[in-house]
């Protein structure tokens, strides 16, 4: 338990930084109706799925569309 608290400073930051991608993620999916690749329910799934960084990195480098 003490060697949590010893990380717990560093570990809330990232905590916050992934949900907020994680909000911003399905934002951006929800209100925009064409992706470079894949579909809407596609990216959803990605990006729950894969919540810790990944699924919403992997739709920012290759679903999203560039308006």
Do not use: C, Q
């Amino acid at each position: 338990m003490n060697e949590l608290m010893e990380f717990l400073p560093f570990l809330i930051p990232l905590v916050i930084a992934e949900f907020a991608l994680f909000g911003y993620t399905l934002y951006h999916i929800l209100t925009h109706k064409t992706y470079k690749r894949g579909s809407r329910t596609l990216w959803l799934i990605i990006t729950v799925v894969l919540m810790n960084f990944v699924g919403p990195i992997l739709y920012f480098l290759l679903g999203k569309e560039d308006a």
